[in-house]
Protein backbone atom coordinates (compact mmCIF):
# COMPACT_ATOMS: atom_id res chain seq x y z
CA UNK A 1 0.00 0.00 0.00
CA UNK A 2 2.60 2.17 0.94
CA UNK A 3 5.09 1.49 -2.05
CA UNK A 4 1.71 2.37 -3.97
CA UNK A 5 1.02 5.57 -2.58
CA UNK A 6 4.86 6.59 -2.82
CA UNK A 7 4.83 5.49 -7.02
CA UNK A 8 1.61 7.87 -7.23
CA UNK A 9 3.20 10.77 -5.69
CA UNK A 10 6.22 10.47 -7.82
CA UNK A 11 4.40 10.11 -11.16
CA UNK A 12 2.04 13.15 -9.92
CA UNK A 13 5.06 15.19 -9.16
CA UNK A 14 6.39 14.36 -12.79
CA UNK A 15 3.44 14.66 -14.11
CA UNK A 16 3.47 18.28 -12.67
CA UNK A 17 6.88 19.38 -13.28
CA UNK A 18 7.15 17.84 -16.87
CA UNK A 19 3.83 20.25 -17.34
CA UNK A 20 5.18 22.69 -16.00
CA UNK A 21 8.52 22.54 -18.21
CA UNK A 22 6.34 22.36 -21.30
CA UNK A 23 4.34 25.47 -20.73
CA UNK A 24 7.36 27.61 -19.82
CA UNK A 25 8.90 26.30 -23.22
CA UNK A 26 5.83 26.78 -25.07
CA UNK A 27 5.41 30.34 -23.65
CA UNK A 28 8.62 30.67 -24.59
CA UNK A 29 8.85 30.01 -27.92
CA UNK A 30 5.43 31.92 -28.56
CA UNK A 31 6.73 35.04 -27.04
CA UNK A 32 10.25 34.28 -29.24
CA UNK A 33 8.05 34.07 -32.48
CA UNK A 34 6.38 37.07 -31.30
CA UNK A 35 8.92 39.29 -30.58
CA UNK A 36 10.08 38.63 -34.02
CA UNK A 37 6.99 39.30 -35.07
CA UNK A 38 5.28 42.32 -36.38
CA UNK A 39 1.10 42.21 -36.27
CA UNK A 40 -1.09 44.68 -36.85
CA UNK A 41 -2.52 46.84 -33.69
CA UNK A 42 -4.78 45.11 -31.54
CA UNK A 43 -7.32 46.41 -28.96
CA UNK A 44 -6.98 44.38 -25.55
CA UNK A 45 -8.94 41.02 -25.36
CA UNK A 46 -10.28 38.82 -22.66
CA UNK A 47 -9.19 35.29 -22.01
CA UNK A 48 -10.86 32.88 -23.86
CA UNK A 49 -13.72 34.90 -25.62
CA UNK A 50 -10.72 37.54 -27.25
CA UNK A 51 -12.16 40.64 -28.52
CA UNK A 52 -16.07 39.22 -29.11
CA UNK A 53 -17.50 41.17 -26.64
CA UNK A 54 -16.47 44.30 -28.72
CA UNK A 55 -18.42 43.10 -31.56
CA UNK A 56 -22.05 44.41 -30.06
CA UNK A 57 -25.44 43.95 -31.71
CA UNK A 58 -24.29 45.42 -34.97
CA UNK A 59 -21.10 44.09 -35.88
CA UNK A 60 -20.33 46.17 -38.62
CA UNK A 61 -20.81 49.39 -36.81
CA UNK A 62 -18.57 48.04 -34.16
CA UNK A 63 -15.63 47.15 -36.20
CA UNK A 64 -15.64 50.50 -37.91
CA UNK A 65 -15.51 52.19 -34.30
CA UNK A 66 -12.67 50.14 -33.28
CA UNK A 67 -10.42 50.89 -36.92
CA UNK A 68 -11.02 54.36 -35.96
CA UNK A 69 -8.77 53.93 -33.06
CA UNK A 70 -6.47 50.64 -33.94
CA UNK A 71 -6.33 51.54 -38.03
CA UNK A 72 -7.93 50.11 -41.66
CA UNK A 73 -5.74 47.00 -40.74
CA UNK A 74 -6.49 45.64 -37.49
CA UNK A 75 -5.85 41.89 -35.03
CA UNK A 76 -8.58 41.22 -33.56
CA UNK A 77 -8.94 37.60 -31.64
CA UNK A 78 -12.29 36.41 -31.62
CA UNK A 79 -12.08 33.17 -29.45
CA UNK A 80 -9.07 31.86 -30.57
CA UNK A 81 -8.91 32.47 -34.15
CA UNK A 82 -7.11 35.40 -35.17
CA UNK A 83 -8.93 37.69 -37.16
CA UNK A 84 -7.67 40.60 -39.41
CA UNK A 85 -10.34 43.22 -39.75
CA UNK A 86 -9.63 45.44 -43.11
CA UNK A 87 -11.63 48.96 -43.08
CA UNK A 88 -10.30 50.97 -45.66
CA UNK A 89 -10.47 51.00 -49.52
CA UNK A 90 -6.48 50.83 -49.87
CA UNK A 91 -5.89 47.71 -47.61
CA UNK A 92 -8.91 45.74 -48.89
CA UNK A 93 -7.07 46.37 -52.83
CA UNK A 94 -3.75 45.32 -50.96
CA UNK A 95 -5.91 41.80 -49.70
CA UNK A 96 -7.89 41.42 -52.60
CA UNK A 97 -5.87 42.35 -55.27
CA UNK A 98 -1.81 42.04 -54.00
CA UNK A 99 -2.35 39.18 -52.04
CA UNK A 100 -5.97 37.69 -53.26
CA UNK A 101 -3.99 34.17 -53.95
CA UNK A 102 -2.87 33.98 -50.29
CA UNK A 103 -6.22 35.07 -49.08
CA UNK A 104 -8.70 33.07 -50.95
CA UNK A 105 -9.61 29.95 -48.92
CA UNK A 106 -12.45 30.09 -46.65
CA UNK A 107 -12.16 28.73 -43.18
CA UNK A 108 -13.62 25.91 -42.06
CA UNK A 109 -16.66 26.42 -40.10
CA UNK A 110 -18.95 23.79 -38.60
CA UNK A 111 -22.70 24.80 -39.40
CA UNK A 112 -22.09 25.21 -42.95
CA UNK A 113 -20.06 21.64 -42.64
CA UNK A 114 -23.34 20.47 -41.64
CA UNK A 115 -25.20 22.57 -44.11
CA UNK A 116 -24.13 22.69 -47.04
CA UNK A 117 -22.79 18.61 -47.27
CA UNK A 118 -19.45 19.09 -45.76
CA UNK A 119 -19.25 22.41 -47.52
CA UNK A 120 -18.87 21.02 -51.04
CA UNK A 121 -20.72 23.95 -52.70
CA UNK A 122 -18.80 27.08 -53.60
CA UNK A 123 -19.57 29.77 -51.26
CA UNK A 124 -18.19 27.51 -48.33
CA UNK A 125 -15.80 25.55 -50.00
CA UNK A 126 -11.95 25.62 -49.07
CA UNK A 127 -9.56 27.15 -52.29
CA UNK A 128 -8.23 24.44 -54.48
CA UNK A 129 -8.67 22.50 -57.70
CA UNK A 130 -12.18 21.59 -56.64
CA UNK A 131 -13.39 25.01 -55.58
CA UNK A 132 -11.80 26.23 -58.83
CA UNK A 133 -13.35 23.93 -61.31
CA UNK A 134 -16.90 23.92 -59.57
CA UNK A 135 -16.92 27.64 -59.45
CA UNK A 136 -15.74 27.70 -63.14
CA UNK A 137 -18.94 24.86 -64.08
CA UNK A 138 -21.39 27.23 -62.48
CA UNK A 139 -20.59 30.35 -63.86
CA UNK A 140 -20.17 28.73 -67.68
CA UNK A 141 -23.08 27.23 -67.30
CA UNK A 142 -25.56 28.73 -64.81
CA UNK A 143 -24.63 32.36 -64.26
CA UNK A 144 -23.08 33.34 -68.30
CA UNK A 145 -24.71 36.15 -69.55
CA UNK A 146 -26.46 34.02 -72.46
CA UNK A 147 -28.07 32.11 -69.80
CA UNK A 148 -29.18 34.99 -67.68
CA UNK A 149 -30.54 36.52 -70.85
CA UNK A 150 -32.81 33.14 -71.12
CA UNK A 151 -34.48 33.65 -68.12
CA UNK A 152 -36.06 37.01 -69.47
CA UNK A 153 -39.43 35.76 -70.20
CA UNK A 154 -39.57 34.85 -66.01
CA UNK A 155 -38.01 38.21 -64.87
CA UNK A 156 -40.80 39.66 -66.77
CA UNK A 157 -43.72 37.59 -65.86
CA UNK A 158 -43.06 38.58 -61.90
CA UNK A 159 -42.28 41.62 -62.58
CA UNK A 160 -45.94 41.64 -64.23
CA UNK A 161 -48.02 40.01 -61.03
CA UNK A 162 -46.27 42.95 -58.66
CA UNK A 163 -47.46 45.73 -60.67
CA UNK A 164 -50.43 44.12 -60.40
CA UNK A 165 -50.49 43.74 -56.96
CA UNK A 166 -49.71 47.54 -56.54
CA UNK A 167 -52.27 48.19 -59.01
CA UNK A 168 -55.10 46.22 -57.28
CA UNK A 169 -53.63 47.54 -54.03
CA UNK A 170 -55.80 50.70 -54.53
CA UNK A 171 -54.77 52.70 -52.15
CA UNK A 172 -54.91 50.35 -49.08
CA UNK A 173 -51.75 49.88 -47.15
CA UNK A 174 -48.85 47.28 -49.09
CA UNK A 175 -46.49 45.56 -47.46
CA UNK A 176 -43.72 46.27 -49.88
CA UNK A 177 -40.99 44.29 -48.68
CA UNK A 178 -43.05 41.20 -48.13
CA UNK A 179 -44.10 41.83 -52.11
CA UNK A 180 -40.36 42.32 -53.43
CA UNK A 181 -39.07 39.60 -51.32
CA UNK A 182 -41.88 36.78 -52.86
CA UNK A 183 -40.51 38.54 -56.30
CA UNK A 184 -37.08 37.53 -55.64
CA UNK A 185 -37.80 33.97 -54.21
CA UNK A 186 -40.21 33.37 -57.29
CA UNK A 187 -37.93 34.34 -59.52
CA UNK A 188 -35.16 32.22 -57.65
CA UNK A 189 -37.51 29.09 -57.59
CA UNK A 190 -38.17 29.46 -61.25
CA UNK A 191 -35.01 29.69 -62.55
CA UNK A 192 -33.81 26.88 -59.87
CA UNK A 193 -36.23 24.48 -60.74
CA UNK A 194 -38.96 25.38 -62.84
CA UNK A 195 -41.75 25.69 -60.35
CA UNK A 196 -42.18 28.04 -57.13
CA UNK A 197 -42.97 25.42 -54.76
CA UNK A 198 -45.09 26.92 -52.37
CA UNK A 199 -47.42 24.06 -51.68
CA UNK A 200 -44.56 22.53 -50.01
CA UNK A 201 -43.33 25.28 -48.56
CA UNK A 202 -39.59 25.69 -49.59
CA UNK A 203 -39.56 28.97 -48.46
CA UNK A 204 -40.33 28.70 -45.07
CA UNK A 205 -37.68 25.73 -45.05
CA UNK A 206 -34.77 27.84 -46.46
CA UNK A 207 -35.36 30.57 -44.25
CA UNK A 208 -35.46 27.81 -41.23
CA UNK A 209 -31.64 27.03 -43.61
CA UNK A 210 -30.72 30.56 -43.37
CA UNK A 211 -31.44 31.44 -40.06
CA UNK A 212 -29.07 28.26 -39.22
CA UNK A 213 -26.20 29.65 -40.82
CA UNK A 214 -26.40 33.07 -39.20
CA UNK A 215 -26.30 31.39 -35.91
CA UNK A 216 -23.37 31.62 -33.73
CA UNK A 217 -21.48 28.64 -33.27
CA UNK A 218 -18.90 28.24 -30.59
CA UNK A 219 -16.71 25.86 -30.99
CA UNK A 220 -15.77 27.74 -34.42
CA UNK A 221 -14.08 29.89 -32.83
CA UNK A 222 -13.19 27.80 -29.30
CA UNK A 223 -12.63 25.12 -30.66
CA UNK A 224 -12.16 23.11 -27.36
CA UNK A 225 -15.32 24.06 -26.18
CA UNK A 226 -17.03 22.69 -28.89
CA UNK A 227 -18.59 19.94 -26.76
CA UNK A 228 -21.33 23.24 -25.79
CA UNK A 229 -22.75 23.13 -29.55
CA UNK A 230 -23.37 19.83 -29.13
CA UNK A 231 -24.79 20.36 -25.35
CA UNK A 232 -26.86 22.75 -26.06
CA UNK A 233 -28.45 20.68 -29.21
CA UNK A 234 -27.46 23.58 -32.19
CA UNK A 235 -25.65 20.73 -33.78
CA UNK A 236 -28.23 18.69 -33.65
CA UNK A 237 -30.86 21.10 -34.76
CA UNK A 238 -28.23 21.78 -38.16
CA UNK A 239 -28.46 17.92 -38.71
CA UNK A 240 -32.65 18.43 -38.54
CA UNK A 241 -32.60 21.36 -40.75
CA UNK A 242 -30.05 19.94 -42.82
CA UNK A 243 -32.20 16.33 -43.50
CA UNK A 244 -35.23 18.35 -43.96
CA UNK A 245 -34.16 20.50 -46.87
CA UNK A 246 -31.99 17.39 -48.31
CA UNK A 247 -35.45 15.66 -48.49
CA UNK A 248 -37.07 18.56 -50.12
CA UNK A 249 -34.54 18.69 -52.87
CA UNK A 250 -34.38 14.48 -53.48
CA UNK A 251 -37.96 15.14 -54.05
CA UNK A 252 -36.67 18.18 -56.48
CA UNK A 253 -34.29 16.42 -58.36
CA UNK A 254 -36.84 13.10 -58.78
CA UNK A 255 -38.93 15.19 -60.45
CA UNK A 256 -36.41 16.62 -62.58
CA UNK A 257 -35.69 12.50 -63.57
CA UNK A 258 -38.62 11.97 -64.59
CA UNK A 259 -39.35 15.32 -66.63
CA UNK A 260 -39.61 14.89 -70.49
CA UNK A 261 -37.09 17.74 -71.63
CA UNK A 262 -38.38 20.10 -75.00
CA UNK A 263 -35.88 20.86 -77.24
CA UNK A 264 -34.79 24.69 -76.64
CA UNK A 265 -31.91 25.11 -74.36
CA UNK A 266 -34.34 28.26 -72.47
CA UNK A 267 -36.78 25.86 -71.21
CA UNK A 268 -33.88 24.19 -68.92
CA UNK A 269 -33.82 25.43 -65.60
CA UNK A 270 -30.82 25.31 -63.23
CA UNK A 271 -31.47 21.14 -61.94
CA UNK A 272 -31.74 20.27 -65.58
CA UNK A 273 -28.55 22.04 -66.53
CA UNK A 274 -26.95 20.25 -63.56
CA UNK A 275 -28.27 16.82 -64.07
CA UNK A 276 -26.87 17.33 -68.04
CA UNK A 277 -23.56 18.35 -66.79
CA UNK A 278 -23.95 15.35 -64.30
CA UNK A 279 -24.06 13.34 -67.17
CA UNK A 280 -21.15 14.38 -69.34
CA UNK A 281 -18.46 12.50 -69.03
CA UNK A 282 -16.26 14.98 -71.34
CA UNK A 283 -15.96 17.48 -68.97
CA UNK A 284 -13.39 15.81 -66.38
CA UNK A 285 -15.22 16.86 -63.27
CA UNK A 286 -17.65 14.41 -61.05
CA UNK A 287 -20.44 16.88 -60.01
CA UNK A 288 -22.36 13.89 -57.37
CA UNK A 289 -25.54 14.55 -56.38
CA UNK A 290 -24.98 16.19 -52.83
CA UNK A 291 -22.82 18.74 -54.72
CA UNK A 292 -25.44 19.46 -57.15
CA UNK A 293 -27.87 19.94 -54.21
CA UNK A 294 -25.07 22.18 -52.66
CA UNK A 295 -25.07 24.26 -55.77
CA UNK A 296 -28.54 24.71 -55.57
CA UNK A 297 -28.30 25.77 -52.10
CA UNK A 298 -25.72 28.34 -52.44
CA UNK A 299 -27.76 29.89 -55.58
CA UNK A 300 -30.82 30.45 -53.02
CA UNK A 301 -28.87 31.21 -49.62
CA UNK A 302 -26.46 33.49 -51.67
CA UNK A 303 -29.11 35.19 -53.73
CA UNK A 304 -32.50 35.53 -52.38
CA UNK A 305 -31.79 37.30 -49.11
CA UNK A 306 -28.88 39.54 -51.17
CA UNK A 307 -31.44 40.41 -54.20
CA UNK A 308 -34.41 41.22 -51.48
CA UNK A 309 -32.23 43.40 -49.31
CA UNK A 310 -31.15 45.75 -52.38
CA UNK A 311 -34.63 45.68 -53.61
CA UNK A 312 -35.89 46.57 -49.85
CA UNK A 313 -33.33 49.58 -49.20
CA UNK A 314 -33.23 50.64 -53.02
CA UNK A 315 -37.24 51.26 -52.85
CA UNK A 316 -37.13 52.74 -49.36
CA UNK A 317 -34.41 55.34 -50.51
CA UNK A 318 -36.52 55.99 -53.35
CA UNK A 319 -39.16 56.70 -51.14
CA UNK A 320 -37.31 58.52 -48.43
CA UNK A 321 -35.91 61.04 -51.34
CA UNK A 322 -38.52 62.42 -53.43
CA UNK A 323 -35.76 64.49 -55.24
CA UNK A 324 -34.76 61.42 -56.38
CA UNK A 325 -37.62 59.41 -57.41
CA UNK A 326 -38.80 62.15 -59.43
CA UNK A 327 -35.77 61.95 -61.46
CA UNK A 328 -35.64 58.53 -61.56
CA UNK A 329 -39.29 58.78 -63.06
CA UNK A 330 -38.54 61.33 -65.78
CA UNK A 331 -35.71 59.19 -66.80
CA UNK A 332 -37.94 56.60 -66.86
CA UNK A 333 -41.23 58.21 -68.85
CA UNK A 334 -38.43 59.29 -71.30
CA UNK A 335 -37.01 55.93 -71.80
CA UNK A 336 -40.75 54.06 -71.94
CA UNK A 337 -41.82 56.44 -74.97
CA UNK A 338 -45.74 55.72 -73.97
CA UNK A 339 -45.06 52.18 -73.47
CA UNK A 340 -46.29 50.92 -70.52
CA UNK A 341 -43.50 48.82 -69.21
CA UNK A 342 -39.86 48.87 -69.55
CA UNK A 343 -37.91 45.64 -71.02
CA UNK A 344 -34.78 44.12 -70.50
CA UNK A 345 -33.80 46.34 -73.33
CA UNK A 346 -34.35 49.34 -72.25
CA UNK A 347 -32.17 49.01 -69.13
CA UNK A 348 -29.05 50.06 -70.87
CA UNK A 349 -30.18 53.28 -71.64
CA UNK A 350 -30.82 53.98 -67.46
CA UNK A 351 -28.05 55.73 -66.26
CA UNK A 352 -29.76 57.49 -63.28
CA UNK A 353 -31.30 53.97 -62.76
CA UNK A 354 -27.82 52.21 -62.42
CA UNK A 355 -26.70 54.95 -60.38
CA UNK A 356 -29.30 54.66 -57.49
CA UNK A 357 -28.63 50.74 -57.89
CA UNK A 358 -25.47 51.26 -57.03
CA UNK A 359 -26.10 53.82 -54.09
CA UNK A 360 -28.40 51.87 -52.64
CA UNK A 361 -25.97 49.03 -52.54
CA UNK A 362 -23.19 51.48 -51.02
CA UNK A 363 -25.08 52.43 -48.26
CA UNK A 364 -26.74 49.00 -47.67
CA UNK A 365 -24.05 45.96 -48.63
CA UNK A 366 -26.54 43.21 -48.00
CA UNK A 367 -23.50 41.24 -46.78
CA UNK A 368 -21.48 44.31 -44.99
CA UNK A 369 -18.88 41.65 -44.07
CA UNK A 370 -18.85 39.49 -47.43
CA UNK A 371 -17.99 36.35 -46.24
CA UNK A 372 -15.24 35.39 -44.03
CA UNK A 373 -11.81 34.32 -45.64
CA UNK A 374 -8.69 32.74 -44.66
CA UNK A 375 -4.79 32.98 -45.24
CA UNK A 376 -3.60 30.16 -46.86
CA UNK A 377 0.00 31.11 -45.52
CA UNK A 378 1.94 33.79 -44.37
CA UNK A 379 2.26 37.01 -45.62
CA UNK A 380 3.77 40.80 -45.32
CA UNK A 381 0.87 42.78 -45.58
CA UNK A 382 1.61 46.26 -45.57
CA UNK A 383 4.81 45.71 -43.15
CA UNK A 384 2.68 43.28 -41.13
CA UNK A 385 3.50 39.89 -40.61
CA UNK A 386 0.21 37.72 -40.75
CA UNK A 387 0.61 34.08 -39.95
CA UNK A 388 -0.80 31.43 -42.02
CA UNK A 389 -4.59 30.83 -40.92
CA UNK A 390 -5.62 34.06 -39.88
CA UNK A 391 -9.36 35.00 -40.59
CA UNK A 392 -10.07 38.01 -42.95
CA UNK A 393 -13.51 40.23 -42.41
CA UNK A 394 -13.18 42.81 -44.98
CA UNK A 395 -15.78 45.50 -43.75
CA UNK A 396 -17.66 46.58 -46.99
CA UNK A 397 -20.19 48.72 -45.14
CA UNK A 398 -17.66 50.91 -43.91
CA UNK A 399 -15.84 51.40 -46.93
CA UNK A 400 -18.53 51.98 -48.17
CA UNK A 401 -19.19 54.78 -45.59
CA UNK A 402 -15.53 55.74 -45.39
CA UNK A 403 -15.23 59.90 -45.85
CA UNK A 404 -11.59 59.40 -47.27
CA UNK A 405 -13.38 57.64 -50.26
CA UNK A 406 -16.74 59.21 -50.66
CA UNK A 407 -18.00 63.08 -49.94
CA UNK A 408 -20.69 62.92 -47.58
CA UNK A 409 -20.52 59.52 -47.19
CA UNK A 410 -23.73 59.07 -45.26
CA UNK A 411 -26.16 61.02 -47.90
CA UNK A 412 -28.49 59.12 -50.51
CA UNK A 413 -26.90 60.78 -53.61
CA UNK A 414 -26.46 58.56 -57.10
CA UNK A 415 -25.40 61.62 -58.85
CA UNK A 416 -22.00 60.40 -57.16
CA UNK A 417 -22.17 57.37 -59.86
CA UNK A 418 -23.02 59.75 -62.71
CA UNK A 419 -20.03 60.39 -65.04
CA UNK A 420 -18.17 57.67 -62.47
CA UNK A 421 -15.91 54.86 -63.64
CA UNK A 422 -17.11 52.53 -60.08
CA UNK A 423 -17.97 49.92 -60.99
CA UNK A 424 -19.57 46.60 -59.80
CA UNK A 425 -16.71 44.32 -60.82
CA UNK A 426 -14.37 44.30 -57.89
CA UNK A 427 -11.80 46.59 -59.33
CA UNK A 428 -12.93 49.70 -57.25
CA UNK A 429 -12.13 49.06 -54.06
CA UNK A 430 -13.76 51.72 -52.21
CA UNK A 431 -17.28 50.02 -53.56
CA UNK A 432 -16.94 45.95 -53.04
CA UNK A 433 -20.70 45.29 -52.19
CA UNK A 434 -19.87 42.12 -54.46
CA UNK A 435 -16.69 41.31 -52.85
CA UNK A 436 -13.38 40.82 -55.66
CA UNK A 437 -10.64 39.02 -56.36
CA UNK A 438 -10.89 34.94 -57.05
CA UNK A 439 -13.34 34.83 -54.50
CA UNK A 440 -15.94 37.27 -55.27
CA UNK A 441 -19.08 37.11 -56.54
CA UNK A 442 -20.53 35.17 -60.13
CA UNK A 443 -24.33 35.95 -59.31
CA UNK A 444 -23.39 39.48 -60.41
CA UNK A 445 -25.62 40.34 -63.29
CA UNK A 446 -27.96 37.60 -62.45
CA UNK A 447 -28.52 40.07 -59.87
CA UNK A 448 -28.34 43.29 -61.12
CA UNK A 449 -30.50 42.76 -63.77
CA UNK A 450 -33.19 40.99 -61.58
CA UNK A 451 -32.96 44.36 -59.21
CA UNK A 452 -32.64 47.15 -62.46
CA UNK A 453 -36.20 45.53 -64.32
CA UNK A 454 -38.58 45.42 -61.15
CA UNK A 455 -37.64 49.09 -59.96
CA UNK A 456 -37.55 50.54 -63.38
CA UNK A 457 -41.12 48.92 -63.54
CA UNK A 458 -42.51 49.76 -60.19
CA UNK A 459 -41.48 53.81 -60.66
CA UNK A 460 -42.64 53.81 -63.84
CA UNK A 461 -46.49 52.43 -63.04
CA UNK A 462 -46.81 53.44 -59.16
CA UNK A 463 -46.31 56.45 -57.10
CA UNK A 464 -45.68 56.05 -53.90
CA UNK A 465 -47.21 57.57 -50.36
CA UNK A 466 -46.03 56.36 -46.77
CA UNK A 467 -48.97 55.36 -44.61
CA UNK A 468 -50.17 57.50 -41.68
CA UNK A 469 -49.58 60.33 -42.73
CA UNK A 470 -46.15 59.30 -42.26
CA UNK A 471 -43.69 62.06 -44.11
CA UNK A 472 -41.07 60.49 -46.44
CA UNK A 473 -38.35 61.90 -44.58
CA UNK A 474 -39.49 60.37 -41.48
CA UNK A 475 -39.18 56.81 -43.06
CA UNK A 476 -37.97 54.32 -40.61
CA UNK A 477 -34.42 53.13 -41.69
CA UNK A 478 -33.78 50.81 -38.78
CA UNK A 479 -31.37 47.80 -39.86
CA UNK A 480 -32.21 44.27 -38.22
CA UNK A 481 -29.74 41.99 -36.45
CA UNK A 482 -28.63 39.81 -39.30
CA UNK A 483 -26.23 37.92 -41.80
CA UNK A 484 -27.29 40.29 -43.93
CA UNK A 485 -28.84 43.85 -43.63
CA UNK A 486 -32.28 43.64 -43.58
CA UNK A 487 -35.16 46.26 -42.21
CA UNK A 488 -36.44 46.15 -39.20
CA UNK A 489 -39.41 46.88 -40.16
CA UNK A 490 -41.37 45.61 -43.41
CA UNK A 491 -41.73 49.11 -45.96
CA UNK A 492 -45.44 49.98 -46.15
CA UNK A 493 -46.31 51.74 -48.46
CA UNK A 494 -49.92 53.18 -50.75
CA UNK A 495 -49.61 53.11 -54.02
CA UNK A 496 -51.17 54.84 -56.66
CA UNK A 497 -51.55 54.53 -60.70
CA UNK A 498 -48.91 57.12 -62.16
CA UNK A 499 -49.33 55.90 -65.96
C1 LIG B 1 -27.45 41.72 -54.74
C2 LIG B 1 -27.17 40.44 -54.77
C3 LIG B 1 -25.88 39.83 -54.31
C4 LIG B 1 -24.89 40.36 -53.52
C5 LIG B 1 -24.82 41.75 -52.91
C6 LIG B 1 -23.88 39.34 -53.36
C7 LIG B 1 -22.70 39.50 -52.64
C8 LIG B 1 -21.74 38.52 -52.49
C9 LIG B 1 -20.53 38.68 -51.72
C10 LIG B 1 -20.14 39.94 -50.98
C11 LIG B 1 -19.83 37.53 -51.81
C12 LIG B 1 -18.47 37.23 -51.16
C13 LIG B 1 -17.40 37.81 -52.04
C14 LIG B 1 -16.01 37.76 -51.49
O1 LIG B 1 -15.69 36.97 -50.57
O2 LIG B 1 -15.19 38.56 -52.00
C15 LIG B 1 -20.59 36.63 -52.62
C16 LIG B 1 -20.19 35.35 -52.95
C17 LIG B 1 -20.96 34.49 -53.68
N1 LIG B 1 -22.15 34.77 -54.31
FE1 LIG B 1 -23.14 36.53 -54.29
N2 LIG B 1 -24.26 38.22 -54.04
C18 LIG B 1 -25.47 38.48 -54.65
C19 LIG B 1 -26.19 37.62 -55.45
C20 LIG B 1 -25.80 36.37 -55.79
C21 LIG B 1 -26.55 35.48 -56.65
C22 LIG B 1 -27.86 35.84 -57.34
C23 LIG B 1 -25.86 34.31 -56.72
C24 LIG B 1 -26.17 33.07 -57.48
C25 LIG B 1 -27.20 32.89 -58.26
C26 LIG B 1 -24.68 34.46 -55.89
C27 LIG B 1 -23.74 33.48 -55.68
C28 LIG B 1 -22.59 33.63 -54.92
C29 LIG B 1 -21.62 32.57 -54.70
C30 LIG B 1 -21.71 31.13 -55.22
C31 LIG B 1 -20.60 33.12 -53.93
C32 LIG B 1 -19.33 32.42 -53.43
C33 LIG B 1 -18.15 32.71 -54.36
C34 LIG B 1 -16.87 32.04 -53.88
O3 LIG B 1 -16.69 31.76 -52.70
O4 LIG B 1 -16.01 31.78 -54.75
N3 LIG B 1 -24.68 35.71 -55.36
N4 LIG B 1 -21.74 37.25 -53.03
Redesign the pocket.
Known sequence: MYNFKMLDTFYVSLFCITTLILFIAFKWISFDSNTKKTLPPSPPRLPIIGNFHQLGSSPRESLRDLSNKYGPLMLLHLGSIPTLVVSSAEVAREV?KTHDLVFSD?PSLSIPNILFYGST?????RYGEY?RQL?SI?VLN??SATRVKSFRQVREEETGLVIRALEESRGSIVDMSALLGSYTSNV?CRVAFGKTYYELGFTDKLKKFVDMLGTFCVGSYIPWLSWIDRLSGLRGSAHAISKELDHFLEGVIDVHLNKKMGSGDETQDFVDILRDIQKDKTIGFRLDTNTLKA?IL??FV???D??F??LDWAMSELIKHPRVMKKLQQEVTEVAQGRSTISEDDLDKMKYLKAVVKEA?RLH???PL??A?EARNGVNLMGYDIPPGTQVI?N?WAIGRDPVSWNEPEEFKPERFLNNPVEYK?LHYEF?????????????H???V??ELILANIVHKVNFELPNGVKDVDLDMTVANGVTVQRKFPLLVMASPRV
Open positions: MRDIAFSWKVLLLVDVAGSTISSLAPLLLRIAGLPFGAGRRGCPGLFAILI
